[in-house]
């Protein structure tokens, strides 16, 4: 089964790096816009097919080019399960992964510790599950969160 990790640079990058021992187990795609990904994680390119490009969400001219771009991605790929930790990038590959049927995982960043983040506003209704890294997050998704504990 084929997943497709899904994150954007800095933080978010960081914290799925933490998901390699995970990544192991399927036939696992990351897909993010960081430039140095594949520095990154040239130890497991016999597990990570990675596939990057540079993206921005800012204007909706790119949110439909990278729509478009994450279509291509799973019709590629066919992932069972989506899995991110955020941010801009998720929300296309989220909504394309939801239109063909895909399980969704959230991974709420580890700085929210009160209030949802942007992305986990847009997401939570579609995800399959939540997952939270601080127990009072569970209480601000109205139960549909898990609380697993950090990542980092």
């Known amino acids: 089964m084929n997943v497709l990790f899904v994150c954007n ?3 978010h990058y960081s914290q799925m790096l933490k998901l390699r021992e995970l990544m192991k ?7 993010t816009d960081n430039k140095s990904a594949g520095a990154d994680m040239k130890g497991y390119a016999e597990v990570i ?3 990057a490009f540079n993206f ?5 001219y790119y949110f439909i ?19 991110t930790t955020g941010a801009g990038l998720a929300v296309p590959a989220f909504l ?9 995982i959230f991974i709420e960043t580890r700085s929210r510790v009160y209030s949802r983040s942007v992305t986990g506003q ?8 939540v997952i939270v890294q601080w127990p009072e997050m569970v209480d601000v998704y109205a139960g549909k969160a898990e609380y697993y504990g950090t990542i980092v």
């Open 49 to 51: 097919n990675i596939t």
């Open 122 to 129: 847009l997401l939570y209704r579609i995800c399959d599950k």
């Open 56 to 60: 921005t969400t800012h204007r909706p």
């Open 25 to 31: 187990q399927f036939d696992s795609i990351l897909l």
């Open 96 to 104: 394309v992964g939801k239109l063909f049927g895909s399980k969704l």
């Open 65 to 83: 080019l990278n729509f478009m771009q994450c279509i291509k991605i799973w019709l590629k790929y066919k992932p069972g399960y989506l899995i």
């Open 9 to 11: 640079t800095g933080g």
